[in-house]
Nanobody, 121 residues
Framework: VQLQASGGGLVQAGGSLRLSCATS????????GGWFRQAPGKEREFVAT????????YYADSVKGRFTISRDNGKNTVYLQMNSLEPEDTAVYYC???????????????WGQGTQVTVSN
């Protein structure tokens, strides 16, 4: 399974971005999806996860109420809608796919290449 993340960019604090993760090479609906991020000088951290049907989601406390993860199995794509962005959200965002949703990296077997999100004051 190959994953391609896109949609990152530079945005002012309070703004919004939508990240996309397009998948190919597998049966997308067989995989749970996840988003992680890594800020400069920090370890990669969990952001959000979604189950195979899209009916179950879970978020890190730091993004709860601001970010929304969703998926379109017909388009083989997972999304991360990010609203009310803060400078602390600046990071490289990675999408991932695995057999089950989860908050740890070891839950995921496939990873995208990452897309940069920069939030300015």
């Amino acid at each position: 399974v190959q994953l391609q993340a896109s949609g990152g960019g530079l945005v002012q604090a309070g703004g919004s971005l939508r990240l996309s993760c397009a998948t190919s090479g597998g049966t997308f609906s067989s995989y749970a999806g996840g988003w992680f991020r890594q800020a400069p000088g920090k370890e990669r951290e969990f952001v959000a996860t979604i189950n195979r049907s899209g009916g179950g989601t879970y978020y890190a406390d730091s993004v709860k109420g601001r970010f929304t993860i969703s998926r379109d199995n017909g388009k083989n794509t997972v999304y991360l809608q990010m609203n009310s962005l803060e400078p602390e959200d600046t990071a490289v965002y990675y999408c991932a796919a695995g057999s089950q949703m989860g908050v740890t990296e070891t839950r995921y077997d496939y990873w995208g290449q990452g897309t940069q999100v920069t939030v300015s004051n």
